[in-house]
C-alpha cells in the first residue's frame, strides 16, 4: 500500500529544491560577475594616451624640460582637463589622471623605460597602453607591461640609491 | 459544529511544511558551505589572501635583508632568493597562474615574477609602494601592494591605487631631481 506524503515531506523537498536553486544561483552569478566586473575602472584610449604623450613632447620642445606632472600641460594650454581622465568619469570627482606618468625619466635615459602607461583595461584581455621613453606607443600584455615597468624602477630606483653596489 | 475540527485540523499542516522547508534549505546550506572553499568565486577570495601573504613574505624579507646591509634594501627580488629570504614561490601571484622560478639565477626569477619592486625607497619612505601587482592578476578587480613600512594593503579601488603609484612617481622624480 503506497504510503501518503506527509507536508513535511513536501516542506522537505521544497526546502532542498530551493536550497539548490539558491546556492547553483548564487554560484553563477558570482562567476559571471568575476568576469564581467560591474566596477567602471577608469580606462584609457589609443587615442587619448598619444593626445597625452603629443602634448609632453610639445611641452618638452618649449621648455626643454619634460612636465613635472601631467596637470602642468593642462596649465600650459596643450591639453584640457578631460583628456586625463576616462571620458565617462567626471575629472572633477579625483585630481589623480588615468594615465600612470613617470615624470623622474629623462630624455637621455634608455629609450625602453615607460614613460606613461595605463594598468587597467576597458575589457579583460584587451592589452595594455604604454608610451616609452622614445615616444613609441605600444600595446602590452600585463606580464610585458610588468617586465618594462620592473625595468623603469629599477632604472630609476639605481639613480636615485647609487649605493646599491657599492 | 464540525467547521472548527476541520480548521483544528488543518492549522498545523503549514508549521509541519515550513519546518520540512527550513531543515531542507539548511541541509543544502550545510553543504553548500562544506563545498564552498572549492567552488571558483571562493577560491579567488583565497588566491587574494595568499597573494597578500606573500608580499607580507617579501617585506619580511626585506627587513631580514636590511637589517644586515646597514638598513639599505635589496636592488632586486633576485638579491633576496639568492640571499634565502624569500622562496620563489613567494613572488608568484596564485591568481596569475605563474610558475615559480627553479633556479635562483637572477634572470629566471625575474622571468616568474607577479611582483614588482621599487628599489630607492627605505623605510624613512614610510607610506610609499615598496612592491606591488599589476591588478590583471586578480581580472583587474583587486590589487595587492606593500608599502615601505611593510604593511601590506589590498584594493579594488584602481583610482586609490593609481593615485599611489603617482605619488611614487612624483617621489622618485623628486629625489632624482635633488640627487642631480
Redesign the interface.
Known amino acids: 500500500m503506497k504510503k501518503k506524503t506527509t507536508p513535511f515531506t513536501w516542506g522537505m523537498a521544497a526546502g532542498l529544491l530551493a536550497g539548490v536553486v539558491f546556492f547553483v544561483g548564487l554560484t553563477v552569478y558570482l562567476e559571471w560577475k568575476d568576469r564581467h566586473p560591474f566596477r567602471s575602472q577608469p580606462t584609457f584610449s589609443v587615442e587619448q594616451i598619444r593626445k597625452v604623450a603629443g602634448a609632453v613632447v610639445n611641452y618638452e620642445k618649449s621648455n626643454q624640460r619634460r612636465p613635472v606632472n601631467l596637470e602642468a600641460l593642462v596649465k600650459a594650454d596643450l591639453l584640457s582637463t578631460g583628456d586625463l581622465f576616462d571620458p565617462k568619469r567626471s575629472p572633477a570627482s579625483d585630481s589623480n589622471p588615468d594615465v600612470l606618468y613617470f615624470p623622474a625619466l629623462r630624455k637621455t635615459d634608455p629609450a625602453d623605460l615607460v614613460l606613461l602607461c595605463t594598468i587597467v583595461t576597458r575589457k579583460r584581455g584587451e592589452p595594455l597602453l604604454a608610451v616609452m621613453n622614445d615616444y613609441r606607443t605600444v600595446e602590452l600584455s600585463p606580464k610585458e607591461l610588468r617586465t618594462a615597468l620592473q625595468r623603469t624602477y629599477s632604472y630609476l630606483g639605481g639613480q636615485i640609491a647609487r649605493n646599491f653596489s657599492e | 459544529m464540525e467547521e472548527p475540527n476541520e480548521q483544528e485540523g488543518k492549522r498545523p499542516?503549514?508549521p509541519?511544511?515550513?519546518?520540512?522547508?527550513?531543515?531542507?534549505?539548511?541541509?543544502?546550506?550545510f553543504l553548500?558551505s562544506i563545498l564552498w572553499p572549492g567552488?571558483?568565486?571562493a577560491r579567488?577570495l583565497v588566491k587574494r589572501a595568499i597573494c597578500g601573504a606573500n608580499l607580507n613574505g617579501i617585506g619580511r624579507g626585506v627587513v631580514l635583508y636590511a637589517s644586515e646591509n646597514d638598513d639599505?634594501?635589496p636592488?632586486?627580488f633576485a638579491t633576496l632568493v639568492q640571499a634565502d629570504y624569500v622562496s620563489p614561490l613567494m613572488l608568484t601571484c596564485p591568481s596569475s597562474g605563474t610558475e615559480r622560478a627553479t633556479t635562483t639565477r637572477p634572470a629566471d626569477v625575474?622571468s616568474h615574477?607577479?611582483y614588482?619592486?621599487?628599489?630607492?625607497?627605505?623605510r624613512a619612505s614610510g607610506d610609499l609602494i615598496l612592491a606591488f601587482e599589476?591588478?590583471?592578476?586578480h581580472?583587474?578587480?583587486f590589487v595587492n601592494v606593500l608599502y615601505a613600512d611593510f604593511h601590506v594593503k589590498g584594493t579594488?579601488d584602481?583610482?586609490v591605487?593609481?593615485?599611489e603609484?603617482?605619488r611614487l612617481?612624483?617621489y622618485?622624480?623628486e629625489?632624482?631631481?635633488v640627487?642631480r
Not at chain 2, 511544511?17 to 531542507?24: E, K, V, W
Not at chain 2, 614588482?116 to 627605505?122: A, C, E, F, K, M
Not at chain 2, 599589476?134 to 592578476?137: F, R, T, V
Open positions: 499542516l503549514i509541519k511544511f515550513l519546518l520540512g522547508f527550513i531543515m531542507g534549505f539548511l541541509i543544502v546550506a553548500a567552488l571558483s568565486p579567488e639599505l634594501f636592488p632586486d625575474e615574477c607577479d614588482i619592486y621599487v628599489p630607492g625607497t627605505s599589476l591588478p590583471a592578476n581580472g583587474q578587480e579594488g584602481m583610482t591605487f593609481a593615485g603609484l603617482q612617481n612624483d622618485i622624480a629625489e632624482r631631481r640627487k
